[in-house]
């Protein structure tokens, strides 16, 4: 295990040391979190709880609950919670996000209880997969994953609810086709590595049951010709910065 700070010191989480490591994706999710207060958080594939600590650490009196379905990662979300002050507002569920509603229900979770739905699912192909069962788990998905996820999402927040995910850039039309049976209001923000070149994530935000355009964002770009963190991506990933992802 190791002991990592994030977010500039603003969030100290303990991992393990091999397998699925918590990485920029985790702090570019949260920030692309538009929570209020006493707005009820979910995190789906919650890890050791990067993401959803990370905003329940930038938003006062949030409710989060983080969903895990290894009990030895979900068992760390609960360390890291109590070790950053969160424990009061965190619930930890061990549960995989492909269960069916009744196994949700069963571990206090109801539908449409959610004001947010955050998520990173697992997006690479299972056909060749890491021989780390963590790291297994956190990045190979089947061809309906995500398809799967989103369904749990929408099960999961009330109406007009917002789920926001970070998905592989060359994955957007698969995103798109997912999402858009049960969500609309859609804002796209592209992440590129540095400068010129192509985006390799994508950060989605929408809206249960909305009607509004897709909303494509200029893109962030995450390091400048050096290979230095750019201001904007220092000010996010360092110093809790949001993304606006949001007209509200």
Known sequence: MTEDAVLGGRLVLRQPRKGHRV??????????????????????????????LAVAQRVGDLALTLIEIDPALAALARENAERNGLAERTRVACLDVTAPPGEFAAAGLARGEADHVLMNPPFNAAHNPSPDRGRRLAHAGTDDTLRRWVETAAWLLAPAGALTLIWRADGLDAALGA??????????????????????????????ESRAPLTLLPGLVLADADGQPTRQAEAVLREGAVLALSAD
């Open 23 to 52: 990485g920029h994706d985790a702090m570019l999710l949260a920030a692309a979190c538009s929570a209020r207060p006493r707005d009820r958080l979910i995190e789906l594939g919650a890890g050791v709880g990067a993401a959803g």
């Open 179 to 208: 999402i858009t049976e049960a969500f609309g209001g859609l804002v796209i923000l592209p992440i590129h590595p540095k400068a010129g070149a192509p985006a390799i994530r994508v950060l989605v935000r929408a809206v249960k």
